[in-house]
């Protein structure tokens, strides 16, 4: 598995669905035999964003527009434009992030029907560098898979970055490593999302979401400790601090709402059958250097529902039995490994392990024209 310029895990992808319209049709003609129905007119009311779990995600994530993308990278943005705008009634193919997206959305069912009148509930807003040329195909999509996305913000090649707070966002995915680092750095969750080759199916009622601990929920200080001075000593500052609960670390807030958001189905009496499930898959041990991570999270006063101490063995194969809709680690290795096994993996570049580098290798990075 190698990483090409766009970021994405040795992508093969689905192609969009295709227009089997015959050319001499009008183009609404056309869109009738591709594309559903728009949205229903009966949808739930879009929350305040001071009030909602706001999960931005990067328009090539959400869908696959892999195609569209060598279009750019070939034959520049103006191309690019015009593709998009000559193609406008054919919706996108989905991307790694929609499954995500879509068990948001069962969550927020369920929410709804325990709660009428709360506002606390994920709220996704797509969040693009695009064109706005290129929004009407995008809105298209959305209504063509049935999504309820209302917030859409198309900043026409400029970095959304900027954007990310004013939008209350409390996680935000692209494939683009840049605006992730540069949303880390404002403080705000982010990660790099990565395609499978072939994506295991996920719940479609329960959202799964598992987390590394080092650098990722928790502070890197532990990781520092290791990288200088080796497994033995890692071990012998976890135990003589075990009780001294580590930093927090990039995707810590986000752990907190999906905390906030299981409580008020526990408040219902559905701890058992809730909807939200939470993973902590380190590697860790447990006898070692477990004690500290939990005695963490419970000072912050924070439950997990499954706790994976692996020990230094391989991560993917215990991600194919969890099945989570997402896997967020700081290190590419475990990442790669997870993609292997068909998880939709994202990584969080922050850290001590971001600055070591292996012999022969380097980050690369170049501009999309859709992040």
Not at 317 to 331: T, Y
């Amino acid at each position: 598995m190698s990483l090409n310029n766009g970021q994405s895990l040795n992508v093969g992808g689905q192609d969009f669905t295709k227009n089997g319209g015959n050319s001499s049709r009008a183009p609404w003609e056309d869109a009738r035999t591709v594309l559903r129905p728009s949205t229903p007119t009966r949808k739930p009311k879009s929350p305040k964003p001071e009030n909602a779990i706001t999960i931005a995600v990067s328009s090539r994530v959400l869908f696959n527009m892999e195609k569209e993308q060598q279009i750019y990278e070939q034959q520049g943005m103006e191309e690019y434009i015009k593709y998009q705008v000559e193609h406008e009634t054919e919706p996108f193919s989905p991307g790694p992030a929609f499954s995500f997206v879509k068990a948001l959305e069962a969550v927020n069912a369920k929410l709804r029907e325990l709660y009428p009148e709360s506002e606390e509930l994920f709220d996704v807003v797509l969040m693009t560098n695009n064109h706005a040329n290129v929004g009407l195909r995008l809105i298209n999509t959305i209504n063509h898979h049935q999504l309820f996305i209302e917030r859409f913000c198309m900043t026409g090649g400029n970095s959304p970055i900027g954007y990310l707070k004013a939008y209350h966002t409390n996680l935000y995915l692209s494939a683009d490593p840049v605006k992730v680092r540069e949303a880390l750095a404002e403080g705000i969750a982010a990660a790099i999302m990565f395609t499978p080759e072939k994506m295991k199916e996920v719940s479609d009622t329960q959202l799964r979401v598992a987390f590394d601990g080092d650098a990722v929920l928790f502070s890197d200080e532990s990781e520092r400790i290791c990288k200088a001075h080796g497994l033995d000593k890692f071990f012998e500052h976890e135990k003589a601090h075990e009780n001294k609960p580590l930093d927090h670390g990039p995707l810590k807030g986000f752990l907190e709402v999906l905390g906030k958001l299981q409580k008020k189905f526990y408040g219902k009496g559905q701890r058992m059958d809730c909807p939200i499930r939470t993973y902590l898959v380190t590697a860790r041990s447990a006898a070692s250097s477990g004690t500290r991570a939990l005695k963490t999270l419970r000072s912050w006063g924070l439950e997990i529902d499954e706790a994976l101490f692996l020990a230094g063995a391989p991560k993917g194969p215990m991600l194919e039995k969890i099945r989570p809709h997402i896997f967020f680690d700081d290190q590419m290795f475990h990442v790669e490994g997870a993609a292997e096994m068909g998880t939709v993996a994202c990584h969080v570049p922050y850290g001590i392990a971001q600055r070591v580098v292996k012999k022969g290798t380097k980050d690369k990075e170049t501009p999309n024209a859709s992040k």
